[in-house]
């Protein structure tokens, strides 16, 4: 069966300071993964999504970067963290070959910026 | 604005109660998904609901897609207090296209 894992689970972090989140999915191959951010009242923000080794997409202009190393690792950074970047941080796959596209989501970063 | 409305944004019903919850758009969808999120963990797939009109059934919960496959809904009957969480619903328009709405909050209060 198909497990996807994120780490840390919390994280606080000061203004200025980088940020690597971890994301690694088992047990699938070639998924498409994607980077969520979900801030109370406004649902699940799509961030970054891959299709596949190297091939990152962004959906909106931030603060952030996504990286793609390995087929089943996905990885969300920055350089210099912001007051805004605070939030719920998720991490999903879904089949890459599937037409509706369900995904599986993992238990999620609570970053904190002080 | 929101590409998929949810409402009620708030429900807090007693237990036994049943409950229906509205995921709307004015765009047409190819395949809409409900999860249900736990506070502090990642949401869960309840199910796909693919085909106009089409109704789906898991245990207490019923889905039922749109004709027009714009809109969706979720019916809980008997709400028990494990049914608590947030109801997220999420529609897909192309490849790697999906969007979430906000989300309804549930509580059911023993």
């Known amino acids: 069966s198909q497990t996807i894992h994120q780490w840390p689970a919390t994280l606080v972090q000061p203004v200025g300071s980088p940020l690597s989140l971890e994301c690694t999915v088992e047990?699938?191959?070639?998924?498409?993964l994607y980077w969520y951010r979900q801030a109370a009242g406004r649902g699940l923000q799509l961030l970054f999504y891959?299709?596949?080794?190297?091939?990152i997409s962004s959906e909106v202009p931030q603060n952030l970067s996504a990286s793609r190393p390995q087929d089943r690792q996905f990885i969300l950074s920055s350089k210099k963290l912001l007051l805004s970047d605070s939030g719920f941080y998720l991490c999903a796959w879904s089949v890459g070959t599937r037409v509706n596209n369900e995904q599986f989501f993992g238990p999620g970063t609570r970053l904190t910026v002080l | 604005t929101q590409l998929l409305e949810q409402s009620p944004q708030f429900l807090s019903i007693q237990e036994g109660e049943n409950l229906t919850v509205y995921c709307n758009s004015s765009?047409?969808?190819?395949?809409l998904q409900w999860y249900r999120q736990e506070p502090g963990e990642g949401p869960v797939l309840l199910v796909t609901?693919?085909?106009?009109?089409e109704v789906k059934k898991l245990k207490r919960l019923t889905f039922q897609f749109g004709d027009a496959r714009k809109d969706s809904s979720l019916h809980i009957t008997a709400a028990q207090p494990g049914d608590t969480g947030l109801y997220l619903c999420a529609g897909e328009r192309g490849y790697q296209k999906v969007t979430f709405g906000i989300g309804t909050k549930l509580q059911v209060i023993p």
């Open positions: 609901v693919v085909t106009g009109g």
């Open positions: 765009s047409v969808f190819s395949s």
């Open positions: 047990g699938t191959s070639n998924p498409n």
């Open positions: 891959s299709v596949g080794i190297g091939q």
